[in-house]
């Protein structure tokens, strides 16, 4: 599991403090402090195409998440809304870091999915060819088809 830890400028101890926290838990966990550079609305095209691409699927209903997805537009007004997106926000984090983002060492993964195709292949039973001896009829056959 991957933790991504957001925040805007102003509370950065607080990310600082979430990492630490998480590190004396477990220092080995794999965490990553991110701050926001862009906007939300900025931050969520890319990720909105990946939906449009139909490679994002949900399982299980998140009602509160789909009406924050439903009301989000690029001309949301947060304090007529009464609330910030920040479930939205928070998805648009997590999916870059696994569907946008290239992911670190992606070509060796490629390479290795690659060489399975490849044995695979090559385990697969081949249908046999036969072979006709040259002159005889089935060879003479063969040799008018192929003209």
Do not use: C
């Not at 990946?50 to 949301?76: A, C, K």
């Amino acid at each position: 599991m991957h933790t991504v830890v957001t925040t805007t400028p102003r509370p950065a101890k607080l990310i600082d403090m979430v990492g630490a926290t998480l590190r004396m838990i477990d220092p080995n966990v794999a965490f990553t402090a991110v701050r926001a550079s862009r906007g939300k609305v900025v931050r969520a095209e890319p990720l909105a195409a990946t939906y449009q691409q139909g490679r994002v699927h949900h399982i299980g209903t998140f009602p509160q998440l789909e009406d924050q997805m439903t009301n989000f537009t690029s001309d949301i007004d947060r304090a007529a809304a009464g609330y910030s997106p920040d479930r939205v926000d928070a998805l648009v984090w997590a999916f870059s870091e696994l569907l946008v983002e290239p992911m670190k060492g992606e070509r060796i993964f490629e390479l290795y999915r690659r060489n399975a195709e490849a044995a695979e292949q090559r385990d697969k039973p081949q249908a046999s060819q036969t072979t006709w001896a040259i002159g005889a009829m089935e060879w003479l056959a063969e040799q008018k088809k192929s003209r």
